[in-house]
């Protein structure tokens, strides 16, 4: 099975409906995830947000998170995720920002993605970060960055699932 074809099913078992937040993959995860059979069910929407203003105001991002931070950093990925659930039905969101390359950007090395999952329960959110350097080519850094998001989803849901917080 493939990637999306195991995080479908991990949906489907735990009744999560998922809603992304994409900058650098720029749709790529809702998109693997919507060429499965079956996955509409799972998928509440997708948003691609190149621009600070994009984030800003389709996804609440603050503009000094981005000003202090910058826009490859968790602390912007993990304000994309939870804005991304703010307005949305879906209890788990997945948000990604960095620099696919070929050049380093504002000192930071090309192929550095930043990632948040948030996950919505009845009475709080739960959103974790990882920041991670890919190797190769744009479209290369783009792929791995895709199946990087999704492989990591159920990890992070058993974690909130069980109360456990960032860092904990």
Same mark, same amino acid.
């Given at each position: 099975?493939?990637?999306?074809d195991d995080?479908?099913?991990? =949906?489907r /078992?735990n009744?999560?409906v998922?809603?992304t #937040?994409?900058s650098?993959t720029? *749709?790529?995860?809702?998109?693997l995830l919507?060429?499965v059979?079956g996955?509409g069910?799972f998928?509440e929407?997708g948003?691609?947000?190149y621009?600070?203003?994009?984030?800003?105001?389709?996804?609440?991002v603050n503009?000094?998170?981005?000003e202090t931070f910058?826009?490859?950093s968790v602390?912007?990925?993990r304000e994309?995720?939870?804005?991304a =659930?703010? /307005?949305?039905?879906?209890?788990?969101?997945? #948000?990604?920002?960095?620099i696919l *390359?070929?050049?380093?950007?504002d000192?930071i090395?090309a192929g550095?993605i930043?990632?948040?999952?948030a996950f919505q329960?009845?009475?709080?959110c739960?959103v974790?970060?990882?920041e991670?350097?890919?190797?190769?080519?744009r479209c290369e850094v783009?792929?791995?960055?895709?199946?990087y998001?999704?492989q990591?989803l159920?990890?992070?849901?058993r974690?909130a699932?069980?109360?456990?917080?960032e860092?904990?």
């Amino acid at each position: 099975m493939s990637i999306a074809d195991d995080t479908v099913q991990y =949906l489907r /078992d735990n009744a999560l409906v998922v809603t992304t #937040a994409e900058s650098c993959t720029a *749709g790529k995860i809702v998109t693997l995830l919507s060429e499965v059979e079956g996955s509409g069910e799972f998928i509440e929407c997708g948003y691609v947000v190149y621009s600070p203003q994009a984030k800003q105001r389709l996804l609440h991002v603050n503009p000094q998170t981005i000003e202090t931070f910058n826009l490859t950093s968790v602390e912007v990925a993990r304000e994309m995720a939870t804005g991304a =659930l703010r /307005d949305s039905t879906a209890n788990a969101a997945i #948000a990604t920002t960095g620099i696919l *390359g070929p050049d380093d950007v504002d000192g930071i090395p090309a192929g550095t993605i930043c990632f948040a999952w948030a996950f919505q329960s009845a009475d709080e959110c739960y959103v974790f970060s990882r920041e991670h350097r890919f190797s190769g080519g744009r479209c290369e850094v783009q792929t791995e960055a895709t199946e990087y998001a999704l492989q990591w989803l159920p990890h992070f849901h058993r974690r909130a699932r069980a109360g456990e917080k960032e860092g904990a």
